[in-house]
């Protein structure tokens, strides 16, 4: 179940372990994008992102047994490092599938973590399924990145402080990959102000939830690439997307430049390092994609994890 | 006069039209140091700098007939943005003297600000003179960049919100150019917490204030160059430096390569932009510059204007 109940008990439960993350607001954006604007800034998060919500949500919710035999899971970074901090937090072991390509950071704060990390291939597509066949063998329990109530609510927390922060917004923009952050920031959100108009943003080149909405049923999108790592699931989840579908208005597409744009705009006017996955809804603010009568809008910042690389690339 | 009382007055007068920053902290951070650290944000300051503090606390102390002959200053950056932020704000002109060679950003964000810039060789170094030259012909009215009562008071708000938030400190760094900010924010700290042990810090190539202080009296450095731009001035001001002498345990200096390694862990941790300037405290403690008997330190990150280029060559 995902309501506004869950989402309060999460935050009940994960209260100490997760920042309250702060709020910001920049006249500078305001002005550019000429609406106003309140940054949910989970890019100060523990461990650099939202994740760490719906991972110590879901660990906090097992059972002393289950933490003897430990927590998989698999993700492309933040979910990785958001679950092997919950799990160090417990003192329970962690086993984290990752993508060979992932960011070099993700990967070394994974293992900081104290997590074993095991790699697979990107191409190969089958993290899901080493992460089960892991559970398996070991009778580890697994910590799904979206498709699990449990995350969900905890990721909806963030959306609950938002509106509290922040109580009269007339839009929400937030990333969404496989949809857990949208489901419960959104439910928590139109829990609080029924009224609010919802929109998940997500690359342009992985759309799999835009086609998705439009088409009324989950549709596999091709592999492709975007500087959003953490943005490229293929199709959405199977307890997000009805949420999705009650709770959206609209799905938002960026671009990779236009996701840059926005980096250079937070980092430079905001001083905030904010990665490409957590800059989309402010990308799609600065290239005017939300209908015109919005005037107040809440923009989920979801993760500050960027490599050097990355990073430099992003500043040309 | 600077004292408890006119920092108070300071802070009232500027209320509501800077910001009260966060306080951040960091367990990567306190991890790597070995003490308990509280940043004070100024990099999240209106104009991105502290200056705006003492700007405001100068300018609205002016009276409506000197509004309307406008204000003066002469700065290397973020004083330049702060008094042209100030001046806007009441309605005034200003008339910025900055060097040729001032980071781009904070020409174009003092421009930005409605501000005239009068550009000078920063050799020359008769920007002080330039800038009195431009009073006497226009009954401007000088805002000078720390040797003033009013400034002075007014950067030392940020010292006093960062007692308010972090009241048991055992030290406080404070970047250190002219001595503005180190001035007030001492004051403002010793008040509070006689105990508190104050280390403004500087460049090691412009350490002026250093050998001043070993001195016992303001001595003359050569022009030399380093990363932390904001921080080059040859002498200590009139006014600060008495402060300094009194409220100084010892004066710490950092390398430009020491600088750059605190602000790419402030931003790739912190997630925080902050300026070579403003990352001189950040800098000293993670070379472990402080005596090892200090837990818990306060660090002003005194401002976060950074260029392109600039950025470009400290992720390096």
Not at 87 to 97: E, F, H, L, S, Y
Not at 198 to 204: I, L, M, T
Request: glycine share 8%; with cysteine; proline share 5%.
């Amino acid at each position: 179940m995902l309501n506004l109940t869950t989402i309060q008990e999460a935050r009940q439960r994960i209260a100490g372990r997760v920042h309250r993350t702060p709020v910001f607001t920049s006249r500078a954006f305001d002005e550019a994008v000429g609406c106003r604007v309140f940054f949910k800034c989970e890019n100060l998060q523990r461990a650099g992102a939202f994740k760490a919500r719906g991972a110590m949500n879901k660990i906090l919710s097992l059972t002393n047994e289950e933490h003897g035999r430990g927590v998989v899971a698999f993700s492309s970074g933040n979910h990785a490092q958001a679950v092997a901090l919950a799990a160090r937090d417990v003192g329970a072991k962690a086993t984290i599938v990752m993508p060979q390509d992932a960011p070099r950071a993700k990967l070394a704060a994974t293992r900081g973590y104290g997590a074993e990390v095991v790699l697979v291939e990107r191409a190969n597509n089958n993290r899901e399924q080493v992460a089960r066949e892991i559970c398996e063998r070991t009778g580890g329990v697994l910590v799904p990145p979206y498709d699990d109530y449990l995350v969900m609510a905890g990721q909806g927390t963030a959306g609950l402080e938002l509106l509290e922060d922040a109580p009269d917004l007339d839009a929400l923009l937030v990333p969404c990959s496989g949809g857990g952050l949208f489901a419960g920031a959104s439910v928590a959100a139109k829990a609080w102000r029924p009224e609010i108009r919802c929109f998940p943003v997500e690359p342009a080149t992985a759309n799999d939830t835009q086609q998705s909405f439009a088409a009324g049923e989950r549709l596999a999108t091709p592999l492709s690439p975007s500087i959003a790592d953490g943005l490229l699931v293929q199709t959405p989840g199977v307890l997000t997307f009805p949420v999705t579908r009650q709770n959206a208005e609209q799905v938002l597409t960026v671009t990779d430049d236009e996701i840059r744009a926005a980096m250079r705009f937070l980092l430079y006017r905001l001083k905030l390092l904010v990665e490409p996955s957590g800059a989309v809804g402010a990308a799609a603010l600065l290239r005017g994609k939300l209908p015109p009568d919005i005037k107040t809008a809440g923009v989920i910042l979801s993760g500050g994890n960027v490599d050097a690389e990355m990073l430099a690339s992003c500043l040309n």
